[in-house]
């Protein structure tokens, strides 16, 4: 079965750029997209596409998706990104997510 | 407006059985890939299963021949049948809406979720 690899956990300074990475078996053939969960929320779908943004989520949350690596970075990190991303791709027929990253903005 | 409401979750025994279901609203749950997706306490999202608008259905392997995904498409409500239930089962279970074309397949709304716990 298809499996998708993240880091548990990204540090970053508020204001710095913010980079977490999905590592898959040629993810770069497959579309990517990536969630975002808060404490005690239901995750909200931040990246499609690879690099596409839903109506509503800010312009810092951008995507790219080449090789076997997916990246999800987000610029000017602000307190409030501070949360747990999910990496997501579709293995025809079945849906796919990565284990998850912690990011910490400290 | 999109809405998604998870409810039929509870405290249930090992090898017991239980219905989730998710009614939907602003849209047409038969039109849509709709996705259950689990979250054990403390732990990443897996996902359950799928039923696509052409009907067919797929599981995790984790849950195959013990879970049965459905709709109603008269009550726009996904179900999810939960049989044979064990403790590594106990999770937030959530519905959601997928999105796709080209060859993609996204989450774009998800419901609130209803915890299950699978215990003596």
């Known amino acids: 079965s298809y499996e998708l690899t993240q880091p548990p956990s990204v540090s970053v300074s508020p204001g710095q750029t913010a980079s977490i990475t999905c590592s898959g078996d040629?993810?770069?053939?497959?579309?990517a997209c990536w969630y975002q969960q808060k404490p005690g929320q239901s995750p909200v779908l931040v990246i499609y596409?690879?690099?596409k943004r839903p109506s509503g989520i800010p312009e810092r949350f951008s995507g790219s998706n080449s090789g076997n690596t997916a990246t999800l970075t987000i610029s000017g990190t602000q307190a409030m990104d501070e949360a747990d991303y999910y990496c997501?791709?579709?293995?025809?027929?079945?849906?796919?997510f990565g284990g998850g990253t912690k990011l910490t903005v400290l | 407006e999109v809405q998604l409401v998870e409810t039929g979750g509870g405290l249930i025994q090992p090898g017991g059985s239980l219905r989730l279901s998710c009614a939907a609203s602003?849209?047409?749950?038969?039109?849509?890939?709709m996705s259950w997706v689990r979250q054990a306490p403390g732990k990443g999202l897996e996902w359950v299963s799928v039923?696509?608008?052409?009907?067919?259905?797929y599981y995790a392997d984790s849950v195959k021949g013990r879970f049965t995904i459905s709709r109603d498409n008269s009550k726009n409500t996904l179900y999810l049948q939960m049989n044979s239930l064990r403790a590594e089962d106990t999770a937030v279970y959530y519905c959601?809406?997928?999105?796709?074309?080209?060859?993609?397949?996204?989450?774009?709304?998800w419901g609130q979720g209803t915890l299950v716990t699978v215990s003596s």
């Open positions: 596409q690879d690099s």
């Open positions: 040629k993810l770069g053939d497959k579309y």
């Open positions: 997501q791709a579709w293995d025809r027929p079945h849906v796919v």
């Open positions: 602003g849209f047409t749950v038969s039109s849509n890939y």
């Open positions: 959601a809406r997928g999105v796709g074309g080209s060859g993609s397949y996204s989450l774009d709304y």
């Open positions: 039923i696509y608008s052409g009907g067919s259905t």
